[in-house]
């Protein structure tokens, strides 16, 4: 299996009304040298400008960033090329992160080659450790500095070590 590690960032709370400014994606395997970042223009008027400033981006810098269409059929063949077989999402917050690329793929390129399901990498923990109330955040070795390729990376990085230290049957 191909898992592929995401996080975006946004300028609000639901795609369509908001728009995703940024997104990284990293092939999870040792290395994790095989990443994916896009940037794209905004597609909305609308904003809430505290959910950009997470971004670091303002306004003005997003409305030059790429065409949507453009950067999702990009994603979309970055992914045939890396993966030998189906990806499969995962990412921090899956249920936020997941809505946005689901919605953009399927509104841009008409297709989600993630098909219809993701993966949560804080419930994997915290049923690994048997512990509603843990956090693995502990296990990432890169900073998480709100960059959508360095969080990716920092959550993969915990996703590998939860296979080597927990000997998991995970085929990566």
């Known amino acids: ?12 709370p639901i795609p369509g009304d908001y728009s995703m400014i940024s997104f990284g994606a990293v092939l999870v395997q040792d290395g994790l040298n095989k990443t994916f970042y896009g940037q794209l223009k905004p597609i909305s ?13 303002t306004r003005e810098e997003t409305l030059s960033f790429d ?7 990009d994603f979309a ?16 917050n899956n249920g936020f992160d997941w809505m946005f690329i689901c919605w953009y793929f399927h509104h841009f390129t008409g297709d989600n080659p993630f098909g219809f399901s993701s993966q949560n990498l804080g419930s994997l923990y915290k049923g690994m450790v048997k512990d509603m ?12 500095t ?6 990716a990376k ?19």
């Open 1 to 12: 299996m191909s898992y592929i590690m995401v996080d975006i960032e946004s300028d609000g």
């Open 133 to 144: 109330f843990q956090n693995f955040k502990h296990l990432r070795r890169t900073t998480h």
């Open 146 to 151: 709100h960059h959508p390729v360095e969080d």
């Open 67 to 73: 065409d949507p269409a453009k950067v999702m059929n």
């Open 77 to 92: 063949a970055w992914l045939k090329q890396i993966c030998r077989d189906k990806p499969h999402f995962i990412s921090d």
């Open 154 to 172: 920092g959550n993969a990085e915990a996703l590998l070590t939860l296979k080597k230290e927990h000997e998991l049957k995970i085929k990566l």
């Open 45 to 57: 008027e609308n904003y809430i400008p505290e959910a950009l400033a997470v971004s670091g981006h």
